[in-house]
């Protein structure tokens, strides 16, 4: 059998040429590096703790709001579905993780707490987390960092404002 080259793997920015705008190739890189990223994400909590991102996401808004929060608010939060809050909602009562109750002056809205156990597993996930954020971008140096953050809010601020739209 004849060995295969070894090749790079495939990525947003594979569909990059030279004549491309600038602006092309900054969001190719941006979503490649969030792409590579979150697949590392997904990759460790299922290997880890055999859970979703999706999941962990809707464990740290709740972690960030001891008090919970609404099924509207969790969906605003996370930029989903009520559908996909729902569903993982339901998942993680099953699994004794959260709480889901009526809120007492009106019964259609519901409200989602952390429960004890759900409370320590998303402290040992979390604490995975950042260690698999550090070792993927720990390498940069201070100012890079400094460098990167100043460069992506210039990114982010023009965008937020037209979101408002």
């Known amino acids: 059998m004849p060995e295969l080259s070894k090749q790079p793997p495939l990525d947003h920015e594979t569909r990059l040429q030279e004549s491309d705008h600038h602006s092309i190739k900054i969001w190719l890189r941006l979503l490649t590096c ?12 299922r290997q880890q703790f055999n859970t979703t991102l999706p999941r962990f996401d809707f464990l740290s808004q709740l972690e960030r709001k001891p008090e ?8 605003r939060r996370m930029m989903v ?3 996909n809050i729902s569903g993982i909602a339901s998942q ?24 004890l156990e759900g409370r320590q597993l998303f402290a040992k996930m979390a604490a995975e987390h950042e260690k698999w954020i550090i070792d993927l971008l720990g390498h940069l140096k201070s100012d890079e960092v400094d460098d990167l953050m100043l460069q992506l809010k210039r990114i982010k601020q023009p965008i937020q404002d037209d979101s408002d739209l």
Do not use: A, Q, W, Y
């Not at 969030?34 to 909590?45: A, D, G, P, V």
């Not at 919970?68 to 969906?75: A, D, P, Q, R, V």
């Open 92 to 115: 993680l009562v099953k699994e004794g993780l959260v709480d889901r109750s009526t809120v007492p002056d009106n019964r259609r809205t519901f409200i989602v707490k952390l429960t």
């Open 68 to 75: 919970g929060l609404t099924m509207g608010e969790l969906s």
């Open 34 to 45: 969030s792409s590579l990223i979150e697949r590392r994400l997904r990759n460790e909590l």
């Open 81 to 83: 579905s009520g559908g």
